[in-house]
C-alpha cells in the first residue's frame, strides 16, 4: 500500500500542483484547505507524512502542526512545510511545532518528491 501524504494549502492551484505531483510518484493523497480541515482530514485517515502551507484562514501551519503533533499518533509523522515565508524566526517556530523540513514557493517537483521520499523512508 503507497504513503499517504497530507497536502495543506489554501490555494485551490498549489494544492493541486503537489497533490498531482506526488500522485504521479505513486503516492496515495488527501488534501486539506486549511489546518483546521488538516485536523479532520487526519482523523479519518492515518498520514504517513503532511505538507503545508504556513498562511492559511482558519487555522495556521504552526498551530496545525502543534494541534498535529498533540495527538499521540501523530508524534512520529514527518511534517514539511511548503510556503512563501522565509524568515529563520518562522522556520525556528515550526522546528519548535515540530516540523522536520521547510521549502520554499515555487518549488521544484524533483525536490519536493525527493524530500518526501526520504522523509517517509526514515
Known sequence: ???????????????NMIANTLKAAGYAVDTAVDGEDALEVSRRRPV???????????????????????????RGVPVVFLSTESEASVKEKARQAGA??????????????DVIGRV???
Open 1 to 15: 500500500m503507497p504513503s499517504n501524504i497530507l497536502v495543506v494549502d489554501d490555494s485551490p492551484s498549489v494544492r
Open 48 to 74: 504517513h507524512a503532511v505538507i503545508t502551507d504556513q498562511n492559511m484562514p482558519r487555522l495556521d501551519g504552526l498551530g496545525f502542526c502543534r494541534a498535529f503533533r498533540a495527538r499521540p499518533e501523530n
Open 100 to 113: 522536520i523540513g521547510w521549502m520554499i514557493k515555487p518549488f521544484d517537483q524533483q525536490k519536493l518528491l
Open 120 to 122: 517517509v523512508r526514515a
